[in-house]
């Protein structure tokens, strides 16, 4: 079978990085150990190789749709709906009380990491079910819980949220859902909604849809806007299901992701479509939040995965095909010698390092952040709320990074593969494909950039993010105790500085009042800030894996953890030296795009 993730890279970053282990000394994870995790993540990729990458192309050429009334999914969707009820992943990180097991996310989001390097079109099912019902247990009444969270958990029913309208876009103010009062505390839910990834298929009894509306009488804007349970079928008082006038009207044929439904859904069209309130009236957004949260870190993690499993694919490759011989001394190549595999040219090595150091990076800082949740639920008062604005920091990024440089990173490997890369018989043009929403799901990237610089990097008047430089510190200083990585702790520190440099020239055009300048340049701010926080991680990596090799406490081969140094240096080389250009975009008088400023522009 083809290798299509590394389980040592994803293990040493867990427990040799970030420690997770450390976890299990808090009272809500004391039930655990390094043992328990690994066993799940073992168990996880021997399902992967089993299940799901087999049918990983097949998804592809056999696409979700909608036929007759209905859609059409793979019949994997419904089996790994069962396993993962049955297995108790949909909701291993709830309270025992609420059914769950209490996993940290952390190893929750690593097993969705090997899950969706084997075959990114099925995890969402399971993913969005997961934080659909999630969310009822953080905000719902107790009969909401108990209506359906259980037979969610037991994947016998799916979860969606829908949010976005025909004519609203991404713009959640101007959704028009109507929500109307039954005198039996329901709600009369009506109107469109459309891009719902997981809508409708057969392999679900039933659909519970997170739906935001609008109450009679609610402010204009996100003011007023409320969150609705609105079951596909509802449940009679004999607990028979009987249909809820929510339609499915078609399914969104995609370039990528093909397995993945993605669903048009009209409510309330052909009679009441009943929904019950979540969470406080015109609160709707701020309850959704826990979810559209969770579901970026979930896309980050898709594109990590999807770019991993690229990654490994052009590496194979790359190892496998023969062609040309390399030059050698005096610049001559020897026509008599043997072909030597294209592994051995300086340019490939040179796409394949640009692969390593990308995904890899995505990764650590996906499971980061994963970490910071961790400890924002679990750990003590005082370091709650400091790990959760550190999170709150990281999100944006999270979901922007790996979306948008794992695009760049398949692009190297299906170069690699020359002109196979382009043709249907090898697997980068469908994971070229594949990628390609991420930076489109739960918030396009520039959306994500302008919450970046427009909300997060601001947020308490700048302290998250001295918390955040903080983190850098720690690293650098860590790094500057070897002579091998000293240059390298120097060049994270004026890297930062950069950062900061830019940040405060940025931040005196909205002290002034001129936040459209501000935020102009959002996403190259974004790439600014993202390249940056990659650093930190390898640099972090290079470390623990120097620290290794100097005090011989290894658990991987010598070979493991100098490539990781080498690594580090690569994306410090090749990728971190960027930021002086981006600074100076970011930094120049034009202003270029501002639609007052260059009226003949687009005239």
Not at 17 to 37: I, W
Not at 247 to 257: I, L, N, S
Not at 478 to 502: I, Q, R, V
Request: contains cysteine.
């Amino acid at each position: 079978m083809a290798k299509y993730i590394d389980m040592d890279n994803l293990k040493f970053i867990l427990h040799e990085v970030l420690n997770v282990e450390s976890l299990c000394e808090l009272p809500r994870y004391k039930d655990f150990d390094k043992e328990s995790f690994d066993l799940l993540l073992d168990s996880t990729k021997t399902y992967a190789d089993n299940e799901l990458f087999p049918v990983h192309r097949e998804m592809d050429a056999d696409p979700a749709r909608y036929e007759d009334g209905k859609i059409i999914v793979h019949p994997m969707v419904g089996k790994l709906m069962t396993d993962a009820g049955a297995n108790g992943t949909i909701g291993a990180t709830f309270d025992y009380d609420d059914g769950g097991m209490q996993l940290p996310n952390t190893i929750y989001v690593a097993n969705g990491h090997i899950a969706s390097s084997a075959n990114n079109h099925v995890t969402g099912y399971t993913g969005l079910t997961h934080g659909a019902a999630h969310l009822i247990v953080s905000f719902g009444e107790q009969v909401l819980k108990d209506t359906y969270v259980p037979n969610m958990l037991a994947g016998k029913w799916a979860g969606t949220m829908c949010l976005t309208e025909p004519q609203a876009g991404s713009s959640l103010s101007d959704i028009t859902t109507s929500a109307k009062l039954n005198e039996d505390g329901s709600y009369d839910i009506k109107g469109q909604k459309i891009f719902i990834s997981g809508g409708d298929h057969e392999y679900s009894e039933n659909f519970i849809h997170l739906v935001m509306a609008r109450m009679e009488g609610a402010p204009a804007g996100i003011k007023g806007v409320s969150l609705f349970v609105v079951p596909k079928l509802r449940i009679k008082d004999d607990g028979s299901l009987e249909a809820n006038n929510v339609d499915t009207v078609g399914d969104f044929q995609k370039m990528g992701q093909r397995g993945y439904c993605t669903t048009h859904l009209a409510f309330g069209e052909k009679g009441s479509s009943k929904g019950w309130l979540v969470g406080p009236p015109n609160r709707g957004l701020a309850c959704m939040f826990q979810m559209m949260n969770g579901a970026r870190i979930d896309v980050g993690c898709t594109a990590a995965s999807i770019a991993t499993a690229a990654y490994h694919a052009s590496l194979q490759y790359a190892k496998e095909r023969p062609q040309g011989r390399r030059i050698l001394s005096g610049g001559a190549k020897n026509i008599e010698a043997e072909q030597t595999t294209i592994i051995n040219h300086p340019d490939v090595r040179r796409m394949l390092l640009l692969q390593k150091a990308i995904t890899e990076g995505a990764v650590a800082l996906i499971m980061q952040a994963s970490l910071y949740h961790d400890l924002s639920v679990a750990g003590s008062e005082d370091e709650r709320e400091r790990y959760h604005d550190l999170l709150e920091l990281l999100t944006p990024m999270v979901k922007t990074y790996p979306s948008e440089k794992g695009q760049e990173s398949i692009n190297n490997g299906l170069q690699i593969f020359g002109g196979y890369g382009f043709c249907t018989e090898f697997p980068l043009e469908q994971f070229y494909r594949d990628i390609r929403i991420t930076s489109l799901y739960e918030g396009t990237t520039g959306i994500q950039s302008l919450d970046l610089l427009g909300r997060k990097v601001i947020m308490k008047n700048g302290a998250t993010m001295k918390e955040f430089t903080k983190e850098i510190i720690s690293v650098i200083k860590a790094a500057d105790n070897y002579d091998e990585l000293k240059p390298y702790a120097l060049h994270l520190k004026n890297a930062s500085k950069t950062l900061e440099e830019t940040l405060m020239h940025l931040l005196q055009f909205a002290m002034s009042g001129n936040h459209e300048r501000y935020i102009a340049d959002a996403n190259i701010f974004m790439e600014l800030m993202s390249t940056v926080t990659i650093a930190w991680q390898w640099l972090k990596m290079a470390t623990v894996a120097k620290t290794a090799l100097v005090t011989g406490k290894t658990t991987y081969s010598t070979t493991f953890y100098e490539e990781k140094i080498h690594t580090m240096k690569f994306f410090f080389k090749y990728e971190l030296t960027k930021i002086s250009s981006l600074s100076e975009t970011l930094k120049h008088p034009d202003t270029l795009t501002i639609a007052e400023e260059n009226k003949a522009v687009f005239a």
